[in-house]
């Protein structure tokens, strides 16, 4: 969006509307703030994020020599020990394999995940992101395909025999 569109929208809005989203904004900032000094007791706080929908959320791993579990907590509301979001991978031939992508839908949060995953990948000098789409996954494959290649992985589906396999190369 150009800013010359992002002023225009601004100035329309009433003085009401602009409270309401300081104030949402507000709460967000304040319940995040609580939110890492919690997460951070149990798991590597990776970085905060903003979603498409302005959302703020708190990025965390927990990690060992054969798992790495990114996950992602949403300041909309209170930690209380659970994420809205995870990706589970695993150390596999010098390779991250993702095992599975669990939470909430169509809110941006996959894509967050991604994007953190694909740095932790750089950071351990890993080049290959891998990941396999199995008979579980065929009743969203669409889905899960548009999602992998937007992301740059190469993906192959075999319908015939409902499974896939995905692969990003940071080569």
Same mark, same amino acid.
């Given at each position: 969006? !150009?800013? !010359?569109? &992002?002023?225009?929208? #601004? #100035?329309? %809005? $009433? =003085?009401?509307?602009? =409270?309401?989203?300081?104030?949402s904004l507000e709460i967000q900032?304040?319940?995040m703030q609580?939110? @890492?000094k919690k997460i951070a007791r149990q798991a590597e706080i990776v970085s905060i994020d903003q979603t498409r929908h302005d959302e703020w959320v708190v990025i965390y791993a927990d990690k $060992? !020599?054969?798992? &790495?579990?990114?996950?992602l907590h949403s300041s909309v509301k209170p &930690?209380?020990?659970?994420?809205? !979001?995870?990706?589970?991978?695993?150390f596999k031939d010098q390779n991250l394999h993702i095992a599975d992508i669990k939470g909430e839908e169509n809110k941006g949060y996959g894509s967050i995940l991604m994007k953190h995953l %694909?740095?932790?990948?750089?950071e351990e000098n890993i080049q290959y992101i $891998?990941?396999? @789409?199995? =008979? *579980?996954? &065929?009743?969203?494959?669409? *889905?899960? =395909?548009?999602f992998y290649s937007k992301h740059d992985f190469d993906v192959k589906i075999d319908h015939h025999n409902q499974q896939?396999? @995905?692969?990003?190369n940071d080569g």
């Open positions: 969006m !150009s800013q !010359s569109v &992002f002023l225009m929208e #601004e #100035e329309n %809005k $009433t =003085k009401d509307e602009l =409270k309401q989203e300081l104030d900032l304040f319940r609580d939110n @890492i $060992t !020599s054969e798992n &790495f579990q990114l996950m &930690f209380r020990g659970d994420w809205n !979001s995870a990706i589970q991978a695993e %694909k740095e932790a990948a750089r $891998t990941g396999d @789409i199995v =008979k *579980r996954d &065929f009743d969203h494959v669409e *889905r899960l =395909k548009h896939g396999e @995905i692969v990003w």
